[in-house]
Nanobody, 124 residues
Framework: QVQLVESGGGLVQAGGSLRLSCAAPEGAFVDWAMGWFRQAAGKEREFVAGIDYSGGLTNYDDSVKGRFTISRDRAKNIAYLQMNSVQPEDTAIYYC?????????????????WGQGTQVTVSS
């Protein structure tokens, strides 16, 4: 079974930074878009950031623009989410996903494979 593996979650104070990583199997999804979503307790999964296959196009939810940065290392087949100036409302389980699609999709239905998620908790 193809898997995406997230790492880097944890507990961080408000105003701090965290970097999430999403590793794909070697050679897999190199030409696919990647995305990060999150799901807070009692809420629906929501889009955070997306990046196209080349890394040249990105999309962000308005709530994270200017604070989070998505990137990818095609050689290592890893996608990253750099989270700066985190706030308690950023607390959620963060999932990475991959989509066989053009651009940087924002809807979860577009994505085909998902990771297991990593918990991010921001304390005030």
């Amino acid at each position: 079974q193809v898997q995406l593996v997230e790492s880097g979650g944890g507990l961080v104070q408000a105003g701090g930074s965290l970097r999430l990583s999403c590793a794909a199997p070697e050679g897999a999804f190199v030409d696919w878009a990647m995305g990060w979503f999150r799901q807070a307790a009692g809420k629906e999964r929501e889009f955070v950031a997306g990046i196209d296959y080349s890394g040249g196009l990105t999309n962000y939810d308005d709530s994270v623009k200017g604070r989070f940065t998505i990137s990818r290392d095609r050689a290592k087949n890893i996608a990253y989410l750099q989270m700066n100036s985190v706030q308690p409302e950023d607390t959620a389980i963060y999932y990475c996903a991959t989509a066989y699609a053009t651009g940087a999709p924002t809807t979860p239905e577009t994505y085909h494979y998902w990771g297991q998620g990593t918990q991010v908790t921001v304390s005030s």
